[in-house]
């Protein structure tokens, strides 16, 4: 089982830059993709973007695309988020999660997720 914590949510202003970091304890997470998700209330989680085992393929939903990187430290067990030029529609709670199986985009096929960090952007 693996335990996942996101942090660096907040309030930035639109146009803004904000950097969110999930830590994964309980086992190593290096074997597998990991994914950022969002969700606002009452939506379904919203994929933004995903990174392979090594850190060389990445993949991003069309809408962050340009502004958002996604990375990961296998030795510090730690994926990384980083977010340029925000929009009021970034506006959610960003969870982290972890893909046991053959890569994708999909939610349901993410096992393990952490409890989110809010970001809010200001217009």
């Known amino acids: 089982q693996v335990q996942l914590v996101e942090s660096g949510g907040g309030l930035v202003q639109a146009g803004g830059s904000l950097s969110l970091s999930c830590e994964a304890s309980?086992?190593?997470?290096?074997?597998?993709?990991m994914g950022w998700f969002r969700q606002v209330p009452g939506k379904e989680r919203e994929f933004v973007a995903s990174i392979g085992r090594g850190g060389t393929a990445t993949f991003y939903a069309d809408s962050v695309k340009g502004r958002v990187t996604i990375s990961r430290d296998n030795v510090k067990n730690t994926v990384s988020l980083q977010m340029n030029s925000l929009k009021f529609e970034d506006t959610a709670v960003y969870y982290c999660?972890?893909?046991?199986?053959?890569?994708?985009?999909?939610?349901?096929?993410?096992?393990?997720w952490g409890q989110g960090t809010q970001v809010t952007v200001s217009s």
């Open positions: 309980g086992r190593t997470i290096s074997p597998y993709m």
């Open positions: 999660a972890v893909n046991l199986g053959p890569p994708s985009l999909r939610g349901r096929d993410y096992q393990y």
